[in-house]
């Protein structure tokens, strides 16, 4: 990468606003493929304003098929253990577009932020997969990855939330 970084996979880059149509597209599609396409909210104002904006709390990676086209996205933010006492990234969305599925992308996704994180002195990289994602389960189970069975995620949001910050 040109800022220092580690280099980044073959057909990964780092996303420009100039993707973030692309981007909300493929949001939008993993939502239809979680089951949940009326879920998202997520506008291209707010994509610019929240990742390619004055204060960025997130990054995002593109994979791009041989022709050029965005097929893919990892969308990551940094996190902090008290226990390691160095950051980690937190993959928030992965997602390649079903006719690339195969093609190694979304493998060359998880690379970049594995050289990602270890170029900055991380420890982890972790991420949520619904419990009937079985493709998704096996795909990263064959990269080395293991489920944290123990914890239990918890969201706090809607109605909950605006009751317990007021």
Known sequence: M???GPDLPAGVRQATPEDVPDVLRLIR??????REPDAVETTEDD?????????????????E????????MALWFRTYSTWTGVPGIYLEDLYVDPA????????????????????????????????WNTPSIEFYEALGARPMEEWTTYRLSGHALAELGA
């Open 29 to 34: 599609a993993l939502a239809d493929y979680e």
């Open 47 to 63: 994509l610019r304003r929240w990742v390619f904006g004055d204060d960025p709390v997130a990054s995002v990676l593109v994979a």
């Open 65 to 72: 098929s041989g022709d050029g086209a965005v097929v893919g």
């Open 100 to 131: 690339s599925r195969g093609s190694g992308l979304g493998k060359a996704l998880l690379t970049a932020l594995a050289r990602i994180a270890m170029d900055r002195g991380y420890r982890r990289v972790e991420w949520a997969v619904l419990d």
């Open 2 to 4: 040109a800022d220092g």
